[in-house]
């Protein structure tokens, strides 16, 4: 089973506008990545989080944690057409060092 | 700073015949993943070395998949023989950190259809 999972599955909004897509997780976790997949290409790694950490900012990216709820969410601000693309969570669990699990994405659409 | 480099790109190939995939991890970088990613799911992680040992490969369907890294760094994934659902992109990622999940550089990946 997937131990993160990413949602909404897609969205669509307008050049400009906000996005915004979470991930849950069930286990405790070292630290959570965000990942952006363009279409046909390999992932690209956009930010890692600490479990000790709420959030953390990268440019137009704005990703926060929360360990109670085991869930963190990936704000992109102002969004361009280039950001259309799946964005990926993927955990690091607690005891299962060295190893990251993949959600199976939210493929994110930005229209001009 | 090159990337990771993956051959060859696309492969088509029948069923029951034999695939190999290459894979030329980033200068220095100890730790090689290789994932399935079916389309539209997630990566799936296959196996991973930190050096030539493999510290994870319980995901990895042995009777058909075998994979190495000699000398610590290219690695080879070979499927023998292949299934239809085999059909998927295989991405080749690597990091410099082992223990804590480093940031993993991903290559292109191999996309391969098994008629």
């Known amino acids: 089973s997937q131990q993160g999972e990413e949602d909404p599955q897609a969205l669509s909004i307008q050049e400009g506008e906000n996005a915004t897509m979470n991930c849950s997780y069930k286990?405790?976790?070292?630290?959570l990545q965000w990942y952006r997949q363009n279409s046909g290409r390999g992932l690209v790694h956009l930010i890692l989080i600490r479990s000790n950490e709420r959030e953390k900012h990268s440019g137009r990216l704005r990703v926060t944690l929360d360990t109670s709820k085991k869930s963190s969410s990936l704000l992109i601000t102002a969004s361009r057409a280039a950001d259309t693309a799946s964005y990926f969570c993927a955990t690091d669990a607690r005891g299962n060092a060295g190893k990251s699990t993949f959600g199976d994405g939210t493929t994110l659409t930005v229209k001009p | 700073e090159a990337g990771v480099a993956q051959s060859p790109r696309y492969k088509i190939i029948e069923k029951r015949q034999s695939v190999a995939f290459w894979c030329n991890p980033i200068?220095?970088?100890?730790?090689l993943y290789w994932y399935q990613q079916i389309l539209g799911q997630g990566p799936k992680l296959l196996i991973q070395f930190q050096n030539n040992g493999v510290v994870d490969d319980s995901q990895l369907p042995k009777d058909r998949f075998s994979a190495e890294r000699l000398k610590g760094v290219d690695s080879t994934l070979k499927i023998q023989p292949a299934k239809l659902e085999d059909s998927a992109v295989y991405l080749c990622?690597?990091?410099?950190?082992?223990?804590?999940?480093?940031?993993?550089?991903f290559g292109p990946g191999t996309r391969l259809l098994v008629l």
């Open positions: 200068s220095g970088h100890a730790t």
């Open positions: 990622a690597s990091s410099l950190t082992h223990g804590q999940v480093g940031t993993q550089y």
């Open positions: 286990t405790s976790i070292n630290n």
